[in-house]
Protein backbone atom coordinates (compact mmCIF):
# COMPACT_ATOMS: atom_id res chain seq x y z
CA UNK A 1 0.00 0.00 0.00
CA UNK A 2 1.39 3.26 -0.50
CA UNK A 3 0.64 6.47 1.38
CA UNK A 4 1.20 10.10 1.51
CA UNK A 5 1.10 12.09 4.64
CA UNK A 6 -1.88 14.86 5.07
CA UNK A 7 -0.79 18.13 4.78
CA UNK A 8 -2.55 18.78 8.20
CA UNK A 9 -0.06 15.97 9.94
CA UNK A 10 -3.25 13.92 10.73
CA UNK A 11 -4.01 10.92 8.85
CA UNK A 12 -2.70 10.27 5.11
CA UNK A 13 -3.53 10.25 1.30
CA UNK A 14 -4.27 6.95 0.11
CA UNK A 15 -4.70 6.46 -3.92
CA UNK A 16 -8.35 5.77 -5.09
CA UNK A 17 -8.26 5.96 -8.84
CA UNK A 18 -12.18 5.97 -8.80
CA UNK A 19 -12.96 9.13 -7.46
CA UNK A 20 -12.32 12.53 -8.79
CA UNK A 21 -9.68 13.32 -6.06
CA UNK A 22 -7.71 10.59 -6.91
CA UNK A 23 -6.88 9.86 -3.19
CA UNK A 24 -8.72 9.45 -0.10
CA UNK A 25 -7.67 10.77 3.12
CA UNK A 26 -7.57 8.04 6.13
CA UNK A 27 -6.18 7.99 9.64
CA UNK A 28 -5.00 5.17 10.12
CA UNK A 29 -4.80 5.44 13.59
CA UNK A 30 -8.29 6.90 14.34
CA UNK A 31 -9.84 3.84 12.35
CA UNK A 32 -8.39 1.63 15.01
CA UNK A 33 -9.24 3.37 18.00
CA UNK A 34 -12.88 3.69 16.46
CA UNK A 35 -12.91 -0.02 15.78
CA UNK A 36 -11.27 -1.18 19.05
CA UNK A 37 -13.93 0.96 20.82
CA UNK A 38 -16.65 -0.40 18.61
CA UNK A 39 -15.92 -4.37 19.43
CA UNK A 40 -15.21 -3.24 23.66
CA UNK A 41 -18.91 -1.76 23.38
CA UNK A 42 -20.39 -4.76 21.38
CA UNK A 43 -18.58 -7.22 23.94
CA UNK A 44 -20.24 -5.17 27.01
CA UNK A 45 -23.56 -5.36 25.19
CA UNK A 46 -23.26 -9.05 24.43
CA UNK A 47 -22.33 -9.82 28.09
CA UNK A 48 -25.21 -8.58 29.19
CA UNK A 49 -27.45 -9.34 26.86
CA UNK A 50 -26.26 -13.16 27.64
CA UNK A 51 -26.17 -11.99 31.42
CA UNK A 52 -30.11 -11.38 31.31
CA UNK A 53 -31.09 -13.98 29.08
CA UNK A 54 -29.45 -16.60 31.66
CA UNK A 55 -31.25 -14.76 34.88
CA UNK A 56 -34.71 -15.58 32.41
CA UNK A 57 -33.81 -19.01 32.02
CA UNK A 58 -33.02 -19.66 35.59
CA UNK A 59 -29.17 -20.09 34.29
CA UNK A 60 -27.47 -18.04 36.68
CA UNK A 61 -24.01 -19.34 37.54
Known amino acids: ?4 PH ?5 LYIP ?3 IADKCDRADP ?3 TE ?3 EAIDKT ?3 GR ?3 SRSSSRLGLES
Do not use: C, D, F, Q
Not at 7 to 11: A, F, H, K, V
Open 48 to 50: IRR
Open 16 to 18: NME
Open 7 to 11: PSGEG
Open 29 to 31: IAH
Open 43 to 45: EKT
Open 1 to 4: MTAI
Open 34 to 36: MVL
